[in-house]
């Protein structure tokens, strides 16, 4: 064995190890609280959207999607979040960018016309609360919370393929749909 293939060797088991102990936040948990600035410099409060504290006028079920831009499968999600925010106006969908400066953020939506807001983690502290990226800075991007109105996650999901979006319009559809039993 090649010194070079060696080392790749090592660089992959030691990037698995550091991943072992990353936790990501699973349906039925009660979704980490944390504040973070949208792009355009508003103040986003989990609190106040869901769970006990959440302000009636703010309430809400929320999708959370952490991504960046050199994430392809990001890139092909995006879109299709942006039809599902048409679908369900009453649900908060929202695109959390890792790690990235504002700038280069700010092109990359110009650039492919994204429309949904973007909140801004760029240390990674709020994306290592829910388990996506390690404290090392490791993780899998896209990653997607589906969290309902009580705080609780009804879906987590890691990567997205073709298709990934059903599942998260059957969720949408039934949370909206118990809304709407319930008001």
Not at 34 to 41: R, Y
Not at 64 to 78: R, V
Not at 91 to 105: C, R, T
Not at 121 to 127: F, H, Q
């Amino acid at each position: 064995m090649s010194k070079v293939w060696l080392r790749f060797l090592m660089i992959s088991m030691l990037a698995g190890s550091f991943l072992q102990g990353q936790e990501l936040v699973k349906a039925g948990e009660d979704a980490p609280t944390f504040f973070l600035t949208f792009l355009d410099g508003e103040k986003f409060y989990l609190s106040r959207t869901v769970g006990a504290k959440a302000r009636d006028n703010l309430r809400k079920p929320l999708v959370l999607s952490f991504f960046a831009t050199w994430c392809i499968p990001c890139k092909k999600e995006i879109p299709q979040l942006e039809i599902l925010q048409k679908k369900y106006p009453d649900a908060g969908i929202y695109l959390i960018d890792v790690n990235e400066p504002k700038d280069l953020l700010r092109d990359y939506m110009a650039e492919y016309n994204i429309e949904l807001k973007v909140l801004i983690d760029r240390y990674g502290k709020t994306a290592s609360k829910y388990g996506v990226v390690s404290d090392q800075g490791r993780g899998s991007l896209p990653t997607l919370f589906i969290i309902a109105e009580d705080g609780k996650v009804l879906l987590s999901h890691v990567g997205y393929k073709e298709g990934d979006e059903e599942e998260y319009d059957a969720v949408l559809a039934r949370i909206t749909a118990e809304k709407v039993t319930s008001d």
